[in-house]
């Protein structure tokens, strides 16, 4: 298509809309309508022409395509992150931003900014024991969380006691040491950085290796309070989806301007209710924006602040960050090195929708 053909970019994110159920919406397409992100007529003479959309919810929330770039019109896929050379940023010593309060953690390792949005510092917890398991909640529904808990989990080295999250999607993040898993009869090596999917009734056993075995994070996803300690193994590994454990692979990173996100594990290896993902971010602070999901990320690497714009909060390797839905939020990265993220999301399976 010449550039002449390109549909206008009425702006660089999408529009937030809740519709009325049943009611049809024209999606401006050409990127002139004065009334976006809706048709106003102004396409007549372009080749291009509305998009229909119906909602079938009432308040249906979605997120509709500013930039009229999308591969999935009318929705946002996260393309208007790439019409710029550079992730869109703020100056965070500006006056305002400087004038801003840091929050320091409180007695349970937490610091608390809007919204229910919290920095926590995993060694400030208290970790209880089980056998060769050390662990702890990290998320959970008293802090807010509405989708998904998290436990942070350390296995010393030899076999873990068995761990079930009942009727539970579950996905674990490997962030240190090496060791194996057992899913239901099935066994996987382990190492970090990588992402493991168990699925909905499955039980899994951890063995750590080496002198301080492995460290682990495990959202769950719907919540669940407590893990339940089953006396044996199942063998019920769910064949269907053979590969459970996703590892760094530089060929399958995304994009996202300046910035790069790859998938671990996600409905590719049968988590089509959570997605989990690692990041890498520059030197900056990003633009203060919103997701329609509820994450949780853990920093793998570098340091930098949690933004809710009207607090902040350090964050450093090894700390998780709560987010919960639609809150305004920014993460700077303040790390010559640049920072590594691990996060995972729901509902919704791609982390480069914002707005
Ligand atoms: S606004 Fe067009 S893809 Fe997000």
């Known amino acids: 298509m010449p550039p002449s053909e390109k549909p206008r970019i009425a702006r660089y994110k999408p529009y937030y809309q809740e519709l009325e159920r049943g009611k049809v919406y024209l999606w401006c397409a050409c990127g002139r309508s004065g ?9 007549t003479g372009t080749p ?3 998009l229909r959309c119906v909602a079938k919810e009432e308040k249906e929330e979605m997120l509709l395509c500013g930039c009229k770039r999308t591969c999935n019109p009318p929705f946002c896929d996260g393309t208007h992150n790439n019409l710029k050379d550079t992730y869109d940023s703020v100056d965070p010593e500006s006056p305002e931003n400087l004038a801003v309060p840091l929050i320091e953690a409180g007695s349970d390792g937490k610091a608390r ?3 229910g949005c919290f920095v ?5 917890l208290a970790l209880e024991r089980r056998g ?9 529904s008293t802090d807010g969380a509405v989708y998904q808990s998290q436990f942070y989990l350390e296995a010393r080295p030899g076999e873990s006691s068995i761990i079930g999250f009942p009727d ?14 057992n899913i239901s009869g099935r066994e996987f090596e382990l190492e970090p950085i990588a992402g493991v999917y168990i699925r909905p009734g499955e039980l899994f056993r951890l063995r750590g290796r080496g002198l301080d075995g492995m460290k682990v994070f495990a959202a769950v996803c719907p919540r669940a309070s407590a893990p339940v300690w089953p006396g044996e193994i199942l063998e019920n590994f769910d064949t269907t989806w053979p590969r459970r454990v996703v590892g760094i692979d530089r060929s399958q990173r995304r994009s996202m301007s300046d910035r790069f996100f790859q998938l671990l594990a996600d409905k590719t290896v049968g988590s089509d209710m959570m997605t989990q ?4 971010i520059p030197i900056s602070k990003a633009t203060a924006h919103r997701h329609l999901y509820e994450e949780s990320l853990v920093i793998l690497r570098g340091h930098g602040y949690m933004w809710t714009e009207k607090k902040k909060a350090r964050v450093e390797a090894g700390d998780v960050i709560f987010l919960p839905r639609k809150q305004l939020h920014s993460l700077e990265c303040a790390d010559p090195g640049g920072m590594l993220v691990a996060g995972v999301i729901y ?8 707005y």
Do not use: M, W, Y
Request: net charge positive.
């Open 347 to 354: 509902p919704g399976g791609n982390p480069a929708i914002n």
């Open 48 to 50: 291009f022409r509305p």
């Open 35 to 43: 009334r976006q992100p809706f048709c106003d007529g102004s396409h």
């Open 120 to 124: 926590c510092s995993v060694p400030a």
């Open 113 to 115: 900014l809007d919204g």
């Open 132 to 140: 060769n398991l050390r662990f702890s909640p990290v998320i959970s």
């Open 277 to 280: 993902f690692i990041g890498e």
């Open 168 to 181: 539970r999607h579950v996905v674990l993040l490997v962030t240190a040491g090496k060791g194996s898993i």
